[in-house]
C-alpha cells in the first residue's frame, strides 16, 4: 500500500476484508483498487468528474458519475459495511449533512480532511492576514471547491453534537503519522490532516 | 432448453412457439443472425449486441440492401472496443424486424404475409427469443450484453428476466420504461404511416407500393429526436440548399426544400424506406412504447423498478449523454439508483457529446474507452 496517499493507507488498513465499501469522491479509484486487491473488499465508488470516472470504468471498478450532495440520498440505509468520505467534507455544500448520509449509509464511515488549524496555517493567517495558500491547500480562496474550511476542533464537536461515536482517529503532517492527544499542543495545533472513524 | 432447428449459417427456427405477454403464441419464429470472431471452446467469451429501433444483425458486416458499413462498425471489430479477436459477437435481427427475423411482413402459416395478423409484441418478447436463441447456440453465460437505445432497453430486459444470463451487461442511451414524449413521437410516426393511402390497413405487400410516403415522414420526425439542437444548428444553421440549376441557393417562395435541413430529411425519409417495412416499424415502435421496467416487476400497483433487478448478479455499466433529450441522463440515473437499491455493482457516466441520442454511433472516444475498460474489467 506504498502508493497510496497516507490517509488512504490507513483507511486501507483498517477496512475488514470482505466487506462492503463506498467510496464518497473515489476520484479515480486509487483507494478502491487497493481495498479490491488486497483486501477482497466489494468497492463501489461515487465520483462527480465524468473523466475520473471513465478511468475507474476502465480498471474494472463500480463508479457511479455522482454528486455527493445530493445524490448520497439515494443509496438505501446500511447498504455498506463502510462509507468512506476522503478530502472531500471541505467541499460539501452542507459537510453535517453529508456526515448524516454517510453513516446512514455506511455502519461505519472513514472520514479524513486537511485540518485548517494546522500550526502552520494559524501562522500565515497571523503574519499575513490572508486566507493561506499552502502545499496541501494550494488555491486562492476565491477558487477553491474548499468551502467549509474545518478544524480537528470544530469536527470533533460536530460529532458531539450529533451523537456521533469516534472509534479511532489518526492524525498526520509531512505525509507522516503523528500522535493525536487532546492537550494544549494536540492534534489541533499538529496536524495537517486528519483520518476518523466513526460510528453511530 | 429451448431446440431449434438450424437454417443455415445465419438462421434458425425456434422448434417450440414463444410465448408472448399478449397472452398469445407465436410459432415458428425464425432468427436471422450475424456472428463475427471465434467462440471460445468453453463458450465463456460471447458478447450479445441488441440493435436500436431501425437497426439490424449487420453490425459489423455491410448492409445487404444499401451496401453501407455495419451500424456499429466503429465499435465493433477486430482490435475494436468490442474485439473480435477476443470475443465472439452475435446480432440478431429482433422479432418484429423485417431483416430475415420473423416479422409482420414474414409469411403466416396459410403463405400469406402476417400484416396486422402479427400478434403485438413486447421488448421482453424480443429478449425471450433471443435467449431461446442462445439455448439453441449452446451458449448459457454471455461474457456481456451490450445495447444502445432500444438495444439498451432489451440489454436491461434481459437483465431483470434471465439475470443469470449475462454477467456484464452495458445499456447506453437508454431508459427503463418509455416516457410520455417517447410515445408522442412513435405515435407521430404511426399515424403518418397509418394515413398514408398505400398503407391498405397493413395489407401492402403485394400491391408492389406500400405506405413509402407516410414511413419516410416517420422517420423524419423520429431523425429530429435522434439529434441536438445545437448539432442541427451546427451542421445546417438556417442555410439554404443550391438550386437545381446549380446556382447558389435562394428562396423559392413555395414549398420544395429551400433550407438544408429540409432537405437532409427528405433524404434520410426517403432512404429510410428503402431497408425498413412499414409494419415493422408500428410494432416495433409499440413494443418500445409498451416497456416499463418498473411496470414489469413491481408489486401490483406500485412499480418498484429495484424490484426488477432484484437477484441480478451481473455488473452493469449505464452510459448516457449529455445532449440526448430522448433518453436523457435523468432515466440513467433512474436505472443506476434501482441497481444501486438492487445492491447490484453498476458503474455511470454521462458522456459529453455534441451529436444528442445519436452519439452512441458516432465518433465519441470517451465511449470507446468506456466501453473497452467495462468488457475487459
Redesign the interface.
Known sequence: MAELRPDLAVIARHVAPGSRVLDVGCGEGELMAVLRGERQVDARGMEIDPGAVERCVARGLSVVQGDADRDLADYPDHAFDYAILSQTLQTAARPDLMLDQLLRIGRKAFVSFPNFAYWRMRASLLRHGRMPVTRHLPVSWYETQNIHHVTVADFRALLREKGVTVEQDWFFTRGREIAGGQGHFGANWRAEHAVFQLSR | MTAATTLDATSLVLDAPLLLDSGQSLAGVRLAFETYGELAADKGNAILVFHALTGDQHVASPHPITGKPGWWSRMVGPGKPIDTDRYHVICANVIGGCMGSTGPASEDSDGQPWGMRFPVITIRDMVRAQVAMLDAMGIHKLHAVVGGSMGGMLALSLAANFPDRAARVLAIATSWRHSAQNIAFHEVGRQAIMADPGWRDGDYYSHGKGPEKGLAVARMAAHITYLSEAGLTEKFGRRLQERPDGSQGAKSFGFDADFQVESYLRHQGLAFTDRFDANSYLYITRATDYFDLAEEHGAKGKGSLADAFTGATA?F?VVSFDTDWLYPTAES?TV??AL??A?A????????APFGHDSFLLDVP?LD??V???L??
Open positions: 455488473r455499466c440515473r443506476v439508483h444501486n437499491a445492491a455493482p453498476v458503474s455511470f457516466v454521462e458522456l459529453s470517451a474507452r468506456v473497452t475498460g467495462f475487459n474489467g
